[in-house]
């Protein structure tokens, strides 16, 4: 750890050490626990509870979701959202737009959405240290209720600026949610259901982009009259978080390590955990809490000055970075134009869409029931390979269609294949990454470096890919290839396998490494730890000076 400093940084405050045990923490506490009770936060395994169940696919549902209903939601209107904005000039100023203008205009609405998320990615850390995960994740559905009302009544009114700014708050909500759902489930999991409830969201962002694929059919919501309705229906989701979130408890770790209330920490414990005897748990995070004492939550500068985490912030920078600039985002963007580009029949891309929707919610569940069993690397290294290949394969595709037919075949099965490669591994074990490489102190102030690095590749990519793809044509994928094998590499050479460790245990692999590209990380042993993080044989210290 680094040296305090007083000064917080900008989006994360300081705080003051904990306080002295007060009232609040003289709350009786069951009995003494044995050794297998579970621990949240990732210390000692334990079961699936229905609290635990419940509270994720809650979260999941209202936050995770809209992220990514509102990734797909403006593929399908695109021509209608144009139509719109030329009539609505041509209103106002007796001429209608040029294809260029009308051009950037749509999208500046598709990549005001992350710009959006950048700015809610900034305000996580006031967020969450205010009103903690649960409060600050209810709070923000509001921002839902009023983005749908501009969005929906945008077309009554007139007014495209209604639509561009109705995608910015839809951003601000999904910029805060994206950080702070893995932080919350990351604290309240016991560490063997840590990456199968970390990956829960990312399912529901595979099931969000399915959603809007399916609302978009002509049949339903796909029509010119129902588009500001198919922009604002994710209203319904963010209602229902809002009216059921307060049902279940703060996160322990935030009541007891940062609020020192021991007593609405220890019953959210017997509420997540399923068991009355927790004490073991609570004597474990007071002595976080006590390791923590002298050390204020870090701010982000502080973070990217300590260089006792320089490696693990490095980490964090390449994956989420990698995340929005494998191409990903283009690919939900602008399916449509994708397919229309490789030739695929118009009648037939609204549903050849819906499919890879459904094939990339079955890869997200594949890697959610795999996670802890193959770990987090090998599924974030195949999927940035695949996504990789894949992107080569769209070039060559639509380079070879005009004189083999077949091959507009082979541009969707790329398509497929990038979206399920990054709904595997890369759509979700980023942001667990970003929960697991970090201490209570720092975790805060990594996931606004991560989500704000996150929406800002995510706004460029939006905005520069219609360019990039009339100046480069078909070889603008290869940007996109280069980028996944880099990241593929730097996962393989540099990050740690974190599966069945404690946040303790993944601190000290880091720690004990002199170079971290000397050795592939899948080379560094680990010596058997007991359930509290505490070692059973020799120390790593000793395993860790053998490194060269």
């Known amino acids: 750890m680094g040296e305090p400093s007083q000064a917080a940084g900008p989006g994360l405050p300081s705080s003051p050490p904990p306080p002295p045990p007060g009232p609040r923490s003289g709350c009786s506490l069951a009995p003494t626990a044995g050794k297998g009770t579970p621990q949240p936060g990732g210390d000692i395994t334990g079961h699936l509870t229905f609290p635990l169940l419940s509270v994720t696919l809650l979260v999941s549902f209202g936050s995770s979701m809209l992220y990514g209903y509102n990734l797909a939601v403006v593929n399908s209107p695109a021509a209608h959202i144009k139509a719109f904005y030329n009539a609505t000039w041509s209103r106002r100023y007796g001429h209608g737009l040029a294809p260029g203008p009308l051009t950037l205009l749509y999208s500046l609405t598709v990549s005001i959405f992350a710009l959006g998320g950048l700015v809610g990615s900034l305000l996580v850390g006031v967020l969450v240290e205010q009103y903690g995960r649960n409060g600050a994740l209810s709070r923000s559905a509001l921002l839902v209720l009023l983005a749908s009302g501009f969005m929906g009544f945008s077309r009554e009114l007139g ?20 950080s702070v759902v893995p932080l919350y489930l990351g604290e309240i999991a016991p560490k063997n259901l840590r990456g199968f409830l970390g990956l829960i969201p990312s ?25 500001p ?7 319904v989701p963010a209602s229902l978080q809002l009216l059921l979130l307060h049902c279940f408890p703060e996160s322990p770790r935030y009541l007891l390590i940062e609020r020192n209330d021991v007593c609405r920490a220890t019953k959210a414990l017997c509420r997540f955990l399923g068991t009355s005897d927790v004490q073991e748990v609570i004597e474990e995070m007071k002595e976080e809490q006590r390791s923590l004492s002298s050390v204020e939550m870090v701010s982000i500068w502080q973070l990217l000055q300590d260089h006792s985490v320089r490696w693990q912030t490095l980490s964090v920078v390449v994956v989420n970075a990698g995340m929005q600039l494998s191409g990903i985002d283009a690919i939900w963007f602008y399916t449509n134009t994708i397919f229309k ?10 549903y050849t869409t819906v499919g890879t929707g459904a094939i990339e919610v079955v890869a997200g569940l594949i890697g959610c029931f795999t996670i802890e069993k193959v770990g987090r690397r090998p599924l974030i290294i195949t999927g940035f390979c695949t996504m990789g290949i894949c992107s080569a394969g769209i070039t060559v595709s639509l380079l070879l269609q005009t004189t083999l037919p077949w091959m507009r075949y082979v541009s969707v099965a790329c398509v497929v294949g990038i979206i399920a490669g990054f709904c595997m ?44 793809q009339m100046s480069a044509g078909a070889f603008c994928y290869l940007v996109f290839c280069g980028i996944c094998l880099l990241v593929a590499l730097y996962v393989y050479l540099v990050v740690p396998e974190t599966k069945n460790k404690t946040f303790m245990e993944i601190s000290h692999i880091f720690a004990t490494r002199r170079s971290f590209l000397s050795i592939p990380a899948h080379l560094i042993g680990m010596k058997k730890l007991d359930g509290y993080g505490a070692l059973e044989s020799s120390s790593l210290e000793d395993s860790g000076s053998r490194l060269p």
């Not at 309705?229 to 209203?235: A, G, H």
């Open 159 to 178: 007014s495209p600026e209604m639509v561009i700014v109705g995608r910015s708050i839809t951003g601000l909500h999904s910029g805060i949610c994206l």
């Open 203 to 227: 399912i529901f962002i595979c099931l969000g982009v399915f959603f809007a694929q399916v609302l978009g059919l002509p049949e339903l919501l796909g029509e010119d009259r129902f588009w």
């Open 229 to 235: 309705l198919y922009l604002s229906v994710v209203v």
């Open 341 to 350: 580009n490789a030739r695929i029949p118009a009648a037939q891309i609204p």
């Open 425 to 468: 591994g890369p759509a979700g074990v980023p942001f667990l990454m970003t929960a697991e490489l970090f201490t209570q102190s720092h975790r805060p102030a990594a996931y606004i470096v991560g989500g704000s690095l996150n929406w800002l590749c995510n706004f460029t990519i939006g905005l520069i890919f219609p360019f990039l």
